[in-house]
């Protein structure tokens, strides 16, 4: 099976660098947030800028981190006043995909 990252590695190598070393290597580890926290900002912002691949893998790690699957549900309640219905309504079939998946 190939993964995100390792299509990332294939097409654009520093890309995949940056996003491993900078990104997760170094912003999600800063100690002024948790990564539940983080979590949360992360599925608040992807499910506003309709980022569904992004978001899918965001899902599992917001459930990795302790955010709850009701709490997953109010982002997205949330999420529909501030950026619009069909948004929220996609990201709720993101979700429930997710959630199939992990069982």
């Known amino acids: 099976m190939t993964t995100s990252r390792d299509i990332m590695k294939e097409v654009a190598p520093k890309l995949a660098e940056l996003s491993g070393d900078l990104l997760f290597g170094d912003i999600w580890e800063r100690p002024q947030l948790s990564k539940r926290d983080r979590s949360l900002i992360i599925v608040a912002v992807l499910t506003a800028l309709y980022r569904t691949d ?8 917001a459930l990795d981190n302790g955010v ?26 993101v979700a429930k995909e997710v959630y199939d998946e992990r069982g």
């Open 68 to 93: 709850t699957k009701e709490e997953i549900g109010e982002i997205i309640t949330q999420m529909a006043f501030y950026a619009g219905w069909p948004t929220a309504a996609n990201a709720v079939r």
């Open 54 to 61: 992004q978001l899918r893998g965001h899902i599992g790690r």
